[in-house]
T-cell receptor
Framework: GNSVTQMEGPVTLSEEAFLTINCTYT??????LFWYVQYPGEGLQLLLK?????DKGSNKGFEATYRKETTSFHLEKGSVQVSDSAVYFC??????????FGTGTSLTVIP | KAGVTQTPRYLIKTRGQQVTLSCSPISGHRSVSWYQQTPGQGLQFLFE???????NKGNFPGRFSGRQFSNSRSEMNVSTLELGDSALYLC??????????????FGAGSRLTVL
């Protein structure tokens, strides 16, 4: 069935380290893919999106490329900051009009 | 423009009671979805409403229900509360989620504690 699977956390990095959070999906067709971020005490905010294969979404130094051949949408950032500490969710519109979310990956960046 | 507004932000109930949560979507958004977020289960889809009709439903018992009004505002109700219903309930709106290009915009959530 349709699903989104993302890397388990928690992830702890030092400031300025490189970040990768893996995300893969299972679906038929060509889903739209998203990364959302949730800061403590808040709802989810859209971080970036890609709607077709080979699209690259980017925002605030984060990037993710829609790879149809590997059904992946990994999130990357070259140099994380303490303010990036949050929970990151991969999501996709799979099998029609329903959003599917991954389980979330908690990131803590230490100075 | 105003974002998605959820009320109340925090509430405490006891087992067996019922609760109603409210969500006002972004102006012009016609789709409202509800999610339950818990540390153990992550983000789980409850249901989605579009033009006052439930369009999708997750795998939750009948104690969980919702509705949408003509102005797109939505409410969800949980009856006969159980301890396991303690969670952050998130509402999200979109213009029409049937288009993959539309994104969900989330509210800050209603945190329910059941004692």
């Amino acid at each position: 069935g349709n699903s989104v699977t993302q890397m388990e956390g928690p992830v702890t990095l030092s400031e300025e380290a490189f970040l990768t959070i893996n995300c893969t999906y299972t679906a038929t067709g060509y889903p739209s893919l998203f990364w959302y971020v949730q800061y403590p005490g808040e709802g989810l905010q859209l971080l970036l999106k890609a709607t077709k294969a080979d699209d690259k979404g980017s925002n605030k130094g984060f990037e993710a490329t829609y790879r149809k051949e590997t059904t992946s949408f990994h999130l990357e950032k070259g140099s994380v900051q303490v303010s990036d500490s949050a929970v990151y969710f991969c999501a996709g519109v799979l099998g029609g009009n329903q959003f599917y979310f991954g389980t979330g990956t908690s990131l803590t960046v230490i100075p | 423009k105003a974002g998605v507004t959820q009320t109340p932000r925090y509430l405490i109930k006891t087992r067996g009671q019922q609760v109603t949560l409210s969500c006002s979507p972004i102006s012009g958004h016609r789709s409202v979805s509800w999610y339950q977020q818990t540390p153990g289960q992550g983000l789980q889809f409850l249901f989605e409403y579009f033009s006052e009709t439930q369009r999708n439903k997750g795998n939750f018992p009948g104690r969980f229900s919702g509705r949408q009004f003509s102005n797109s505002r939505s409410e969800m109700n949980v009856s006969t509360l159980e301890l396991g219903d303690s969670a952050l309930y998130l509402c999200a709106s979109s213009f029409d989620s049937s288009s993959g290009a539309n994104v969900l915009t989330f509210g800050a959530g209603s945190r329910l504690t059941v004692l």
